[in-house]
């Protein structure tokens, strides 16, 4: 996917948990969350190996850390090498806390 549609795709995310926070009266998202969009070229003799990490990474962030708010990996289906991977986290604490995971780490 190209960036203008990952930007777009993150946008009506964000657009939608506000909405709904808004109509529920509680913040889904709070107003201090971070976004982040990652754009990764992956060698294609380790793919394989790639894909496994990302899902169990993002698995285990979204189980064992509270502050992992939304994790999602998405591959071009053109070129499988590109891996684009959507984060959305409460607060700056809750990334750092995430990159010194051990299952980040790996």
Known sequence: MRRAEICLISMI???ALCTAAQTERQHIMPPESIVRVSEITVDPAHLQEYLSFVSECGRESMRL??????????????HPERITILEIYS???AY???IQTPHFQK
Do not use: T, Y
């Open 13 to 15: 995310l964000c657009a």
């Open 65 to 78: 850390e509270p502050g992992v708010l939304f994790m999602f990996s998405m591959q071009d289906k053109q």
């Open 91 to 93: 607060g700056r604490a």
């Open 96 to 98: 750092e806390h995430h």
